[in-house]
Nanobody, 122 residues
Framework: QVQLVESGGGLVQAGGSLRLSCAAS????????MGWFRQAPGKEREIVAY????????YHANSVKGRFIISRDNAKNTVYLQMNDLKPEDTAVYYC???????????????WGQGTQVTVSS
């Protein structure tokens, strides 16, 4: 069982930066792949980035590549999403999820946090 709590969201102007954190409870955190997803109003939840449990496999969606960076610190049971050069279209609720293996499909993640709102003003 893994419990996840996101933090770091907020309101920022276009071009600004935010760093999201996802703190996990449970000793099995380091055995789980972690993903960041986002969901805008009226849209489906979509992958933003994922990272394997050791960190050797990393993926970023094309829409955020070059602007967002996912990382993890297994000693702190935490995964991060550094978001730079934010755009209004990045506005969404951001969720972290934990899974046995990396996946683009949110249905493959059995564990989720409550989400954190990111709003980017133009």
């Amino acid at each position: 069982q893994v419990q996840l709590v996101e933090s770091g969201g907020g309101l920022v102007q276009a071009g600004g930066s935010l760093r999201l954190s996802c703190a996990a409870s449970g000793r099995t955190f380091s055995r789980h792949a972690m993903g960041w997803f986002r969901q805008a109003p009226g849209k489906e939840r979509e992958i933003v980035a994922y990272i394997s449990y050791i960190g050797g496999r990393i993926y970023h969606a094309n829409s955020v590549k070059g602007r967002f960076i996912i990382s993890r610190d297994n000693a702190k049971n935490t995964v991060y999403l550094q978001m730079n050069d934010l755009k209004p279209e990045d506005t969404a609720v951001y969720y972290c999820g934990a899974a046995i293996a990396t996946s683009l499909d949110p249905g493959d993640y059995p564990y989720w946090g409550q989400g954190t709102q990111v709003t980017v003003s133009s």
